[in-house]
C-alpha cells in the first residue's frame, strides 16, 4: 500500500517551454502532497505544499508564477514549470500524505533536463 | 522554524560494522522523526520513524533513538552489509507548520565489503 507514481520520469526540453509533471497516490487519498526539487548530492528543499481544492503554498524564495502547482482531487497534483531554463534543471519529487501528521509517500521523481 | 543538523556527512564502515548517523532539531515542538534511504536516482525510502512520546524504536538492524531533552535523535545501523551503502536522511517535523518535513543535509554511507 501506500503507492505514489509520478509521470515522467525523465523530461528533455528546450529553453523557453513548459513542462508539466504528474503525482499521483494509488491506492490512498492524499490530503496533502508536496514538492521537491533536489539537487546531485543535496538534500530535499520543499518547494510548496499542495492541498485538494485549494491554493498550493510555496516555500520562501519559489516563484509561484514559475513552479504552477494544482491539486485538482485527492489523488492527483501537478507541477508545471513554465518557460524552463537551464537552471530549472533538476530531479523534482513529490510526496503524499494522508494524514495529519504522518508517514510522507515518495515518488520516483522525475528528472528535468532543459537545454 | 525548525532546522535540522545531520553528521556526518560521509561515513565509510567495514561490511559487519556498525554505523551511527546524528541529527539534531531546533524546534521542541518537532513531534515526528522520520529517517529516509535514497539510492542514486531513486526516491526516499522510509527507512524507520519515531515519534515524541517514544525514546527507541527498531526494526530488525535499525534502531533509531530519540532524546528530547537534548534535540537530537540517531540512527543505528547493526551488522551492515553493501546492500546498506546509499543516502541516509533524517527530517523533523516543524510542529507549528503541521506536517512539512525540514531534512538534514544527508549522510552518504559506504560500506566496504
Known amino acids: 500500500g501506500a503507492v505514489v507514481s509520478q509521470h515522467p520520469s525523465r523530461v528533455i526540453c528546450k529553453s523557453g517551454t513548459s513542462v508539466k509533471i504528474e503525482c499521483r497516490s494509488l491506492?490512498?487519498?492524499?490530503?496533502?502532497m508536496f514538492w521537491y526539487r533536489q539537487f546531485p548530492k543535496k538534500s530535499l528543499m520543499l518547494m510548496a505544499t499542495s492541498n485538494e481544492g485549494s491554493k498550493a503554498t510555496y516555500e520562501q524564495g519559489v516563484e509561484k508564477d514559475k513552479f504552477l502547482i494544482n491539486h485538482a482531487s485527492l489523488t492527483l497534483s501537478t507541477l508545471t514549470v513554465t518557460s524552463a531554463h537551464p537552471e530549472d534543471s533538476s530531479f523534482y519529487i513529490c510526496?503524499?500524505?494522508?494524514?495529519?501528521?504522518?508517514?510522507?509517500?515518495f515518488g520516483p521523481g522525475t528528472r528535468l533536463t532543459v537545454l | 522554524g525548525e532546522n535540522v543538523e545531520q553528521h556526518p556527512s560521509t561515513l565509510s564502515v567495514q561490511e559487519g560494522d556498525s554505523a551511527v548517523i546524528k541529527c539534531t532539531y531546533s524546534?521542541?515542538?518537532?513531534?515526528?522523526f522520520p529517517w529516509y534511504k535514497q539510492e542514486l536516482g531513486k526516491r526516499p525510502q522510509l527507512i524507520i520513524d519515531?515519534?515524541?512520546?517514544?525514546g527507541e524504536k527498531k526494526d530488525q538492524r535499525i534502531a533509531v533513538t530519540l532524546n528530547k531533552t537534548a534535540k537530537h535523535f540517531s540512527l543505528h545501523i547493526t551488522e551492515t552489509q553493501p546492500e546498506d551503502s546509499a543516502v541516509y536522511f533524517c527530517a523533523a517535523i516543524r510542529g507549528e507548520y503541521g506536517n512539512k518535513l525540514v531534512f538534514g543535509a544527508g549522510t552518504i554511507l559506504r560500506v566496504k565489503s
Open positions: 519515531i515519534r515524541s512520546n517514544v
Open positions: 491506492d490512498f487519498q492524499a490530503t496533502t
Open positions: 524546534d521542541s515542538a518537532s513531534n515526528y
Open positions: 510526496s503524499a500524505t494522508d494524514r495529519v501528521p504522518d508517514t510522507q509517500y
